[in-house]
């Protein structure tokens, strides 16, 4: 059967668009990792703008008149950011599902590159903190938007474990490497080419988003193919009518007659009407998911344990990326004499880390697959389906006749690499920064860089995956939750850097943080050790929540926001 045929039985019955072709989660491999790829590499561009105000940052301040010597005012054009992109996702996301992805993530990708424009040519600070946060909102969009474009094409959780952790290594990999661009392009061209280069970025990579991120909605495009074929059938049915048109005489009697009856005329809009009404319903289906996802999200974070847990886990561990924007300078400036140049270099330490972390990823999630239980009924070389949209959830407490997954099992990489690397990088990076004099070489605390780095990417893609996994029916507003605390913190946290730096000494306080993270490293184990207990008793975990149904609306196939 051609693509065609197979296109057409699916329109004719909606039973079989599971099997279609045109269904995004039966594309060949090679489309959808493009896909895939393609929407990664754009939350990896779209972060760079986000950080890489951190290393100008002295420039911007003399240029403007600002004082940061009390307080890092420069650091809220960098705030604006992380908020922006916090809000606007949970705002826009929801519409996604009801009016498709393609054109809605072009619209924000023009605007978002469009807004680096009056960045570039601000005129004072007011200008620029506005503009950054368009650019937030923008591209905290684009950035979320990965995850729902992963569960629309890897239905299979255990296929879909690596194009998630692909993503998050992009949007954490993003914002460290914008102080590096920031310091290349920045403090040699001077601030403002920072981002006429991102403009050059975003302006060039637009002709392959455009072409290659298409439609991946699968509700979206069943509903296009229907409504393109009744409109092929009304036509044949006006040519087949035509074909055998009455005579002039007829008409004229039909037309006699038909003025009897006054109402007949409406008749020649049902269709329009009906196409109208479908689109009401849209719109009010997508407002309430905002509303849904919005309230939800908080009510999680205030009465679900594994919830609160994580976020303040993966929030702290993603602050820190921001923090060391702020730290950094600090450390390598005053204590080996950096250049803001080469300081700005130094972030790349952590770079190095989350690099190996993808790496190590791998191997983690072939323990997850290997700990998927396939059912009986899936043992007979047929694969099994998965929901596809966020109208058809998958209860997680329901396992007969269904392949079931083990969230903890997302976990065993974070676990180590809480205590060891970024705890003890932590460390390592504390009380390697004494006096010029005292200090070690300075390649010991870009080592303890690395380390933070390694686990600032597993403990990020361990909740993102667990999360997920373990609230199915309630993901969005699960995985928004834990979003929404990771760009506050990030927005937040480095504001109080300077002070606490300078206050506590460079090696307290980083043992302070180091000391939190030591604490917030239990959180995995707990849910290793009770995971599965908690979640049993938790009506969310189970699809059944207040105003949820037993099934919720929202779900795995779009996500909350996430990152800037």
């Not at 039966?26 to 290393?55: D, Q």
């Not at 009744?230 to 005489?249: L, V």
Request: net charge neutral; aromatic share 12%; proline share 5%.
């Amino acid at each position: 059967m051609t693509e065609e045929q197979n296109v057409e039985r699916a329109v004719d019955d909606e039973s079989n668009w599971e099997h279609a072709s045109a269904n995004p989660v039966n594309w060949p491999e090679w489309k959808k990792w493009r896909t895939t790829l393609i929407a990664c590499f754009v939350t990896f561009i779209v972060g760079l703008n986000n950080t890489s105000a951190a290393t100008i940052a002295p420039d911007i301040a003399s240029e403007f008149g600002i004082n940061d010597e009390q307080f890092q005012y420069t650091f809220f054009a960098i705030t604006a950011w992380s908020v922006a992109a916090a809000i606007m996702p949970m705002l826009i996301l929801p519409l996604m599902e009801g009016w498709g992805v393609r054109w809605i993530y072009i619209i924000c990708y023009t605007l978002f590159t469009l807004s680096i424009l009056p960045q570039a040519l601000a005129r004072n600070f007011h200008t620029l903190i506005i503009t950054r946060f368009f650019a937030g909102a923008f591209g905290g969009v684009l950035q979320n938007a990965v995850d729902g474009i992963a569960a629309n094409l890897w239905a299979d959780p255990r296929k879909r474990a690596m194009p998630v952790s692909l993503y998050i290594f992009a949007l954490v990999f993003g914002v460290t490497m914008g102080s590096v661009e920031g310091a290349i392009g920045g403090t040699r061209l001077g601030w403002r080419w920072t981002f006429w280069i991102e403009l050059i970025i975003y302006a060039a990579f637009f002709p392959m988003v455009f072409l290659f991120i298409q439609e991946c909605r699968g509700p979206v495009i069943l509903r296009a193919l229907l409504l393109a074929t009744a409109k092929d059938q009304q036509g044949q049915k006006r040519s087949n009518e035509a074909a055998t048109s009455p005579t002039s005489d007829d008409k004229k009697r039909k037309a006699i007659h038909l003025s009897s009856y006054p109402d007949a005329g409406t008749t020649a809009h049902l269709e329009n009407s009906k196409e109208m009404q479908k689109q009401t319903t849209t719109l009010r289906q997508s407002l309430h998911e905002i509303r849904t996802v919005m309230t939800r999200s908080m009510y999680l974070l205030a009465t679900e344990p594994p919830i609160s847990l994580f976020t303040l886990w993966s929030a702290f561990s993603f602050g820190i990326v921001f923090l060391s924007t702020q730290s950094i300078a600090l450390v390598f400036e005053s204590t080996y004499g950096f250049s803001a140049y080469a300081s700005g270099l130094a972030q790349a330490s952590l770079a190095v880390g989350e690099v190996i972390a993808i790496i190590a990823q791998v191997g983690q999630n072939r323990v997850f697959v290997r700990s998927s239980s396939p059912s009986p009924s899936s043992s007979g070389g047929e694969e099994k389906s998965y929901p596809t949209s966020t109208t058809e959830r998958r209860d997680p407490a329901d396992t007969d006749g269904e392949d079931t997954t083990d969230p903890e099992s997302h976990l065993y990489l974070s676990i180590p690499s809480s205590f060891l690397p970024l705890t003890g990088g932590l460390f390592l990076y504390a009380w390697t920064s004494y006096s010029p004099t005292s200090s070690p070489h300075w390649i010991i605390p870009c080592l303890g860089l690395a380390l933070i780095g390694f686990g600032i990417t597993s403990v990020v893609i361990a909740v993102s995956l667990y999360v997920t996994d373990g609230y199915a029916s309630h993901a969005a507003s699960a995985i928004a939750a834990v979003a929404f605390g990771e760009n506050v913190l990030a927005g937040i946290l480095p504001l109080a850097a300077l002070r606490m730096y300078e206050r506590l000494g460079y090696q307290w306080a980083g043992s302070l943080l180091g000391f939190a993270s030591l604490a917030l490293s239990f959180a995995p184990v707990l849910l290793v050790w009770r995971g599965k207990r908690i979640r049993a008793r938790s009506k969310w975990a189970k699809g059944v929540g207040v105003g949820g149904g037993d099934g919720g609306d929202d779900g795995g196939g779009e996500r909350g926001p996430r990152g800037p």
